[in-house]
T-cell receptor
Framework: NAGVMQNPRHLVRRRGQEARLRCSPM?????VYWYRQLPEEGLKFMVY????????ESGMPKERFSAEFPKEGPSILRIQQVVRGDSAAYFC????????????????FGDGTRLSIL | KNEVEQSPQNLTAQEGEFITINCSYS?????LHWLQQHPGGGIVSLFM???GKKKHGRLIATINIQEKHSSLHITASHPRDSAVYIC???????????FGKGTKLSVKP
């Protein structure tokens, strides 16, 4: 039973390029969370998605960042026109059900994508 | 002030020592999580708890809801326990997590 799969593990982009980060949740999980860990800082919430729906994007920068979780395929975090400050580790986590079920569930994390901007 | 505070920030211990990492939070929560992040960067969920105490092997997690405080204990510590331990909470009805800055633990042989 594969865990949460993120790819690529490492991604290098030049300023102004686009970065696409992928996350395949655990089998049977329909809830995906994206978190960002800036160098020497703690993890910060970015966005929470269910299949075809963005539930909470309150942690996502208003410009250049977008996320989707289509009916088929992985969740994608997309960063347009990257800048040096986007360099960070981006983690995806999944859970089988969310708060709507009335109880929290453990979140299973991927190994992260380390994004470096030249 | 951060909503989730951990102490200590760094901790060095000798193999075999009993270790305690503390977490305090300032918001109403529905659950608290302890996570482990190894030098390679991957994150593993150790515990999720909303009351009382949980034990898994040499790891014990406790939470006091009234005092808004949780502790993670490691008994008979080993160098392979060296990692960053992160406390995180679900605030209210939110599904997303709010994280502490982590405690970097180094266990020397």
């Amino acid at each position: 039973n594969a865990g949460v799969m993120q790819n690529p593990r490492h991604l290098v982009r030049r300023r102004g390029q686009e970065a696409r980060l992928r996350c395949s949740p655990m089998k049977g999980h329909s809830h995906v969370y994206w978190y960002r860990q800036l160098p020497e800082e703690g993890l910060k919430f970015m966005v929470y998605l269910q299949k075809e729906n963005i539930i909470d994007e309150s942690g996502m920068p208003k410009e250049r960042f977008s996320a989707e979780f289509p009916k088929e395929g992985p969740s994608i975090l997309r960063i347009q026109q990257v800048v040096r400050g986007d360099s960070a580790a981006y983690f995806c986590a999944s859970s089988p059900i969310g708060r709507t079920a009335g109880s929290n569930q453990p979140q299973h994390f991927g190994d992260g994508t380390r994004l470096s901007i030249l | 002030k951060n909503e989730v505070e951990q102490s200590p920030q760094n901790l060095t211990a000798q193999e075999g020592e009993f270790i305690t990492i503390n977490c305090s939070y300032s918001v109403g929560i529905s659950a608290l999580h302890w996570l482990q992040q190894h030098p390679g960067g991957g994150i593993v969920s150790l515990f999720m708890l909303s009351s009382g105490k949980k034990k898994h092997g040499r790891l014990i997690a406790t939470i006091n809801i009234q005092e808004k405080h949780s502790s993670l204990h490691i008994t008979a510590s080993h160098p392979r326990d060296s990692a960053v331990y992160i406390c995180a909470v679900n605030e209210g009805s939110q599904g997303n997590l709010i994280f502490g800055k982590g405690t970097k633990l180094s266990v020397k042989p």
